[in-house]
């Protein structure tokens, strides 16, 4: 009986939202593809490819593992986005230029402290300040900065990173958006313009226009099936040398127990220090964001605030003190992550910011404006389109899809998954 | 307002005219264009020396540029001053614009091929297509709230940018499956971009050459010989004779688009767009189907956009994805102009059009110019590093080349703290409170229509500036 109501629901869902459910038919068609993709089904009618083909399955482990590392460093620049627009109901356009700022900033340090460290210093402190925006100086590859060889640098960086967004966030909330505070929304969007082509402008006038290398690769850890085992190891020459039968000793090389896949041979994910630090830099910073909101009465006074501002006022919460708590917090989130994506990528330039704005817009308008959770999911979501729709469609087109993607879910539920959800 | 027909006591055009000048609108824009003119004669005379010939193409550089300014502002103003649509694609409009152009008048033999049909084709398909991608985004989007509106618009806009500079459309052939229709080779030409042999340039170098599309191959015509050697005589070069008329063909369109705003804003058509603006719940209970008509006024703004990025864009002859017409800076160079002269206000556009374009857009970089002249000699340094190096030895000398050196990046400092500025202080920008009122007659003008003594109508309907402003008329909330 309870499978009864359940049909009945879902047949009153469709007939009361049929563009949500046309849109839910699309995304399971997808699902049933992917699956088939990867089992090797193809259905064909004459010539031509109807559902499945074949994908192999460490592919899609891959793509679903890039989605979630580009998905966790979005939807943790995306908190700050999204508690910005519920608590001061404005679409912050220059939180872009806040991540590059974080990144720049963390870098800076990085470079220096590892300059200092390596020897390699050739006495030109500004040009590792500048993160090598000039011909003298170690290159990227002397310094190899990463989490495993330069630990104190990569941690220093991010520290410093947050402090100097956080700085910039709240001199720029003091100078710009507070005298206009009683404005509209669309008025404060379009001087968030101007802030945003400012600080861009600035970084590129100090740090240069160029695109620059930051470290040099880093270990990896590589995930493997060997002769039917799952192995880990460090390098993939020593997969090579494992399925072949011998393991030189001094390499790092483990096999995991309790697998067997038969003769099953090749590598399935190769997972770099760099997208570790990430993953576990944003968990962390994320379950400590759930946990300062839910327990403190910061989080309820956000939340309160995000209502209602003037009755929040009325009750007695100090406003003012709050929305800098606000900016603390979503400035702080941009520079870890704008730090944390550059690390990740390994490059750094002035339009990374920019170039995630829309990402991380999309994300947040995904989630529904105003959760934090929302931001995570949506952040994560937009990541897995980008890097799973890749199965279908050129990657020149990825960054489209996830923008389609966005203004789907703006027709179809501008609410957002989360809607209705203010902060926390 | 549309009462702004002449008033019956003079008749005459060069009445008319005079009293235009002398307090209307036209004589504010002759005033403002006139300081910009002496202003840029004096960085051309001050700077690296050039003689007339310097001046007159710093004049014509600074023309030209507020002509397509005005004219970008001018239809962005149809969307944000007349119906309060906050779209910050106009980048991607314009690309689609340009992109369709480029495809309909390309030779059919080129890399990448198009259909080799004459310019008027190209023009008004170009303006047709960007009128339909206008209304594909805005069907579903114009239900959404100002801010989300301006998102899904910019992500339109990074959209056709992206799919522009991708592989996949470098050369494709359309209805190729399709029964019935002729296969149909196109192409965008993906990074390596599209030859646009016929331009609107083409017009205009026809007086002058007998062969418009390789000047050099042909000769000149009576009217390029002595039109050409005349100025030459006065030391201008060539090209900048042929671009200064390419600039009056602007400007002609330039008050194309301004009587076509002017039309539109004081049409029942218009009336209704202003009583969206003001408030659409009301607009929509006196029972105008208020959708209907923002896509409508959606889609004509995008024409306009369209053909504004095509006058601009195909001059060159040739155009890639990465140019600066594209990017979503220049929306918001067009909207900056626009916030300048103040949203709603035609006038006001085209004032915002041509403060932009002189002060902000080229102003710093003549300025630099003089500067570099005069105060600094040898190289400047390459890096910030070495501009900040020397300041440990009481050096500024560095600092203020590499400042002069990279100017163009930090006029984009300026442009963003003058958004800034006019946000905090004056939001409605220089003309922005000539709120255009949505009645058909003046509500303020309580004296009947014997008020002849007094000030008239501004020209684009707006209130004329020493008139009380209207109670409510000062800010404009979405």
Redo the contacts between chains.
Sequence with gaps: MAATERVADLRLEVAERPKTALFGLFVLGLGVDLLLKVLGVEVTVGSTTLVGGTLAASRLITLVWDGIVVGLGIGLAGIGLSMTYSILS??NFAHGDYITTGAFAGWAVAWLLAGLGSGVLDG?I??LL?VG???EGPSAADLSVNAVSNPLAVVAGLVVAVAATVAVSLVLDRL?FR??RD?????????S??????????L??????SNRGLTAGGPKLILAGVSGNVALATERSTIILASNGGVPSDAFYVELPGVDFGSYTAEILSVTSAEVTLVVTSLVLMVALHLTLQRTKLGKAMRAMADNQDLARVTGIPTERVVRATWVIGGGLAGASGFLMALEQGTLAYNLGWVLL?LI??AV?LGGIGSIYGAMVGGLLIGLTQSVSLVWI?S??S??AA??I??LV??IR?DGLFGGVTTA | MSGSDPPTTDGSVRDRLRTELREGDAGLIAVVMGSIYVLFTIFAVLGPAQGVGGVVAALQAVTFWTALYAMLVLALNLHWGYAGLFNIGVAGFMAVGVYTFAAITAPTGGTPPGLGLPLWVGVVGGMLMAAIAGAVISLPALRLRADYLAIVTVAFSEIVRLSLLSTTFEQFTLFANVPFLPDIPLGSGAGRGINIPINPTIPVKSLYYTNPGNPASGSRTAVGEAVISAFGAAGVRETVVVSLTYTLVLIAFVGLFYWLLRRIGNSPFGRVLKAIREDELVANSLGKDTRLFKVKVFMVGCALMGLGGILWETQKGYTDPTATTFMPIQTFYIFIALMIGGAGSNTGSVLGGGLFASLLFLGPQYVSRIFSKYFVSGDPPTTFVAAVGPLGSLDPGPLFAYTLQNVSSLRFVLVGVVLILLMQYRPTGLLGHRKEVAASIDLFDREGPSDSDGPRPAADGGRPPDRSVPPEGGDRDE
């Design positions: 404005f679409a030109n500004l040009y500048t925006f000039g011909p710009v005298p206009m404005q509209s929304g669309i008025a404060v969007l379009i001087a313009i101007g802030v945003a082509l400012a600080l861009r402008y600035l590129v006038f100090v740090f240069g226009a829309l817009f999309a308008i050129p020149s087109f960054t489209a923008f389609a966005m203004i703006l027709v501008p």
